[in-house]
């Protein structure tokens, strides 16, 4: 009875530990900022708004519309006085574009918004320059932009893109999301990918997908019949039917050639002298 007795008091002394912990984590997060908004949500196939005006990094007024037509666009939604985690996802991105058969201004382009009001052009330039340096791929330069704007603009198209983000006055920072949106050429959000750990095959496949197979080689097409977008992880996995049906038609055909040879040799008996 003692043991069961030290056993219950031990359970009451941890279960009112662990309250304690959560109402202090509760007050902590009532007086610091709600991050419950922050982050993606997802709107496929939904068209943004083309005629919003920006500044480039030459401080010429451009509209987004003048980046879409021919080419699927990666965007990324950042600010550039970012010293945390916007660098990081934006080098790891030009690490990433490095390796893909295909090329920043040729096969693609990419748009870097600023979502700080107060950014300038000067500043957007000075950024540029050192992700081009990164990424070290000629004709980068015609299609790798960064954009700065005012705010209605900036709320537009975050708004169009799901892309939910804070101001935090008292740390003059951004809550933001991590990941970048892959549109059509059309200007239509395709893909989310979700992090600042883009892997090759899953920016290649978003990619081959936003540009209506327009890109891409054969083997594109086996992969994206072998693995499927998953809008809950913003990544590609295997897609366990279509290995399925891989399977069965591999076994036709396998089984198919065995009969094939088996009537072969049985014709030849028949037609012998």
């Keep these: 009875m003692k ?8 359970f ?52 987004l519309r003048d980046y879409f037509g021919t080419r699927p666009v990666i965007l990324t939604l950042n600010y550039l006085r970012c010293q945390n985690l916007c660098p990081l996802e934006l080098q790891d991105l030009s690490t990433t574009l490095s390796q893909l058969p295909f090329n920043v201004g040729n096969e693609f382009d990419v748009l870097t918004v600023s979502i700080d009001p107060r ?26 932009h960064y954009l700065t704007g005012d705010a209605d603009s900036i709320a537009a198209l975050a708004q169009a893109v799901g892309f939910h983000y804070s101001y935090e006055p008292e740390v003059d920072d951004y809550a933001h999301p991590l990941g970048i949106i892959v549109l059509t050429p059309q200007g239509q959000v395709a893909r989310y990918l979700y992090g600042i750990d883009y892997p090759v095959r899953d920016v290649r496949l978003a990619l081959v997908e936003a540009s209506q197979n327009k890109i891409g080689t054969p083997v594109d097409q086996v992969f ?8 809950a992880t913003g990544r590609y996995s295997a897609a366990a039917m279509s290995f399925v049906q891989l399977g069965a038609l591999a076994g036709f ?12 040799v049985e014709w030849r008996k028949r037609n012998a002298p």
């Design 3 to 10: 043991r069961w007795l030290r056993f219950l008091q031990s």
């Design 12 to 63: 009451l002394i941890i279960a009112a530990l662990l309250a304690m912990s959560v109402f202090a984590h509760s007050s902590a997060r009532a007086d610091g900022p709600d991050l419950g908004d922050i982050g993606f949500e997802q709107k496929l196939n939904v068209q943004i708004p083309l005629d919003l005006a920006f500044r480039d990094e030459r401080n010429q007024v451009v509209h």
């Design 119 to 144: 950014e300038t052009p000067v500043m957007a330039a000075s950024k540029r320059d050192l992700v081009l340096g990164l990424y070290n791929r000629p004709g980068a330069d015609a299609g790798w």
């Design 224 to 231: 994206l019949f072998c693995y499927h977008y998953d809008p």
């Design 253 to 264: 055909v396998i089984l198919g050639g065995f009969l094939l040879t088996l009537w072969r």
